[in-house]
């Protein structure tokens, strides 16, 4: 009775062992290091925000094919633009603006029997 104890309480630590060990392997595939890609004015950018920029560019254009180079690139040039528009005089309120463009955006890429609008978020960077 006692050796029937002793090798139910084995094999269930090796179970757990096993499934703990697929646990930490499995997210260790599927996590990715969040890095700085770089800063304006004490403003840190990072790899999350550079893949949010990949998915509006594929939201916005249909040229899926860019290089990391190129999304970075244009996205440090619209974050300066961005900055620059923030520290400007000119206070205009763009919401309405940036919710037509939006809609109308979306409109035209549902046309495209390959689009899935649950990919893309209007409330990204």
């Given at each position: 009775?006692?050796?029937?104890?002793?090798?139910?309480?084995t094999?269930?630590?090796?179970f757990?062992f096993?499934i703990?060990?697929?646990?930490?392997?499995?997210?260790?595939i599927?996590?990715f290091?969040n890095k700085?890609?770089f800063?304006i004015l004490d403003k840190?950018?990072?790899?999350?925000d550079l893949?949010?920029?990949k998915?509006?560019l594929?939201?916005?254009?249909?040229?899926?094919?860019l290089?990391?180079n190129?999304?970075?690139?244009d996205?440090?040039?619209?974050m300066?633009?961005?900055q620059?528009?923030i520290?400007?005089?000119n206070?205009i309120?763009?919401?309405?603006?940036?919710?037509?463009?939006y809609?109308?955006?979306?409109?035209?890429?549902k046309k495209?029997?390959?689009f899935?609008?649950?990919?893309?978020?209007?409330?990204?960077?």
């Amino acid at each position: 009775m006692l050796k029937v104890i002793y090798l139910k309480s084995t094999i269930n630590k090796l179970f757990f062992f096993i499934i703990f060990f697929l646990l930490i392997k499995f997210n260790s595939i599927y996590a990715f290091e969040n890095k700085i890609e770089f800063k304006i004015l004490d403003k840190t950018f990072t790899t999350i925000d550079l893949n949010k920029r990949k998915n509006y560019l594929k939201f916005v254009t249909n040229n899926s094919e860019l290089s990391k180079n190129e999304i970075l690139e244009d996205y440090i040039s619209a974050m300066i633009f961005n900055q620059y528009f923030i520290n400007s005089q000119n206070k205009i309120d763009l919401k309405i603006n940036v919710n037509k463009i939006y809609l109308d955006i979306l409109s035209e890429n549902k046309k495209n029997n390959n689009f899935n609008e649950l990919n893309y978020s209007k409330n990204t960077r």
